[in-house]
């Protein structure tokens, strides 16, 4: 997999009067790495967000989305544009949205942007007293992060984190992807396999080796070879494991020490013979 979905550029992640920078850094940081862009803050404490350095510490890689974050007076002027926004919420409302779990939510905005036009949001509350009914009236839909009812605080940022990730889930299923992950996370596939015939003779370099070190008796083998081949073709070598692999089979039966000027002695005694 390559790319994050198309539909991730249609998704908005709006930020009600947050307290601190540290979290809007964060915020910009947890959505970024799930494939998102976009991100809105209304009214924050701190105008001058964007280069504050504790939000400029917790965005690290994600400073181009913090810089790019845009600030709103209101939340009405933050969803310009969005005909579908979740309320995150901790508890279900007298008024309002009816409440969806966290993941039901991402699959019902997945099908929305599937079917709909106009982007989709996901609304947070202050640090200190989450959304206000007033803020949850202008969305459509209310969605919690199942949490312990002995801890169920989470972090703004921890929150943000968390529907993101949902949400990027959700849309990687719609597309047929679930479960897969990027291809950058597989870096070490694409690593040239070693042949057959190198690996047959890892098998001989690794026999000796093994007699060298006390471990094998070629008077009774009792299956040494049989339960390496077994255990090594599970493992489906590349080059540069086989590499490493012979290197240690060479330090065990020569150590490096005993090794150290032998190829120059070799190569002096062959210069003296043919000058003979």
């Not at 969803?79 to 979740?86: D, I, N, S």
């Not at 169920?152 to 984190?161: E, H, K, T």
Request: hydrophobic share 35%.
């Amino acid at each position: 997999m390559q790319q994050t979905p198309e539909l991730t550029r249609r998704v908005r992640f709006v930020l009600c009067e947050p307290a601190h920078p540290g979290n809007i850094g964060s915020a910009a940081r947890a959505i970024k790495t799930m494939g998102f862009r976009d991100l809105r803050v209304v009214a924050p404490r701190e105008p001058g967000y964007r280069t504050h350095p504790e939000a400029v510490a917790y965005a690290t890689s994600s400073i181009d989305v913090l810089e790019a974050s845009r600030m709103h007076e209101t939340l009405a002027d933050a969803l310009e544009g969005v005909t579908f926004a979740w309320a995150l919420t901790g508890y279900d409302r007298e008024y309002g949205p009816k409440l969806s779990p966290m993941r039901e939510a991402a699959g019902k905005a997945t099908a929305w942007l599937e079917q709909m036009e106009g982007d989709l949001a996901f609304v947070f509350g202050t640090e200190r007293s989450g959304m206000t009914n007033e803020e949850i009236m202008l969305c459509q839909g209310c969605a919690a992060i199942p949490a312990d009812p002995q801890s169920p605080s989470l972090n703004l940022s921890q929150a943000v984190q968390i529907a993101a990730y949902e949400m990027q889930m959700a849309l990687l299923a719609a597309e047929g992807k679930e479960g897969e992950l990027y291809d950058w996370q597989g870096r070490f596939e694409n690593d040239e396999p070693a042949s057959s015939e190198s690996i047959e003779g890892f098998y001989g370099h690794w026999e000796k080796a093994m007699e060298a070190c006390g471990y094998h008796d070629p008077a009774n083998p009792r299956h040494l070879m049989d339960m390496t081949r077994r255990i090594f073709s599970r493992s489906g070598l590349s080059k540069n494991e086989l590499a490493l692999l012979r290197g240690i089979c060479a330090a065990i039966i020569q150590p490096k020490k005993e090794r150290i000027g032998s190829k120059t002695k070799a190569q002096s005694a062959r210069a003296s013979e043919s000058s003979d």
